[in-house]
C-alpha cells in the first residue's frame, strides 16, 4: 500500500502546462518572445480579436492584419481561485484569473498579478507584463500606476 497522498503526487508532476499553439497562434507567442503582445483585426469590419484565429468572429472574412497593443487594458471582470486546479498553480494560491480589455479592443483571459485581489475593481486600469513561465512568454497585467481610472 502505498503512502503517497493524492497532493504529494500532484507537486512531483507539477510543471506549468505549456501553449500548443495551432497555425494561427503561433505568431502571437512569438512575438511574446519578443516582447509584444499583438492580435489580429478584421480588414473588412475593424474588429480586433483575440484568440488567433484564421478568420473574423464577426464577419468571418479571411482578411486581416496584426497589429502590436499598447499594454493599456482595463479590468473587465475576475475570480480570486483559492483551490488548483492544475497541479502547477498549488504553490500560487490564491491567484487572479481575469477578463481584460485591450485599449484596442480585444479581450482575453489573463492574470493580475503584484496586486492584493481585495483592492481590484471593475474598469481600473491594468498595464501588460509579459513573465517567463518555463520559458514561454506568457501575457499578463498589474494595476496601472500614475493615472486616474
Ligand atoms: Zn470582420
Redesign the pocket.
Known sequence: MSTTTRDEAMVEEAAFPQPDPNEAGRPFWQALRDGALTFQR?G????GWLPARSH?P????PDWTREQASGRARLVSWVVYRMAYHPAFASRLPYTVAVVELEEGPRMISNIVRADPQTLCIDQPLSLVIEDESGTAVPRFVPATGQGA
Not at 44 to 47: E, S, T
Open positions: 478584421c473588412a469590419c475593424g474588429k473574423c464577426g464577419c468571418l472574412c
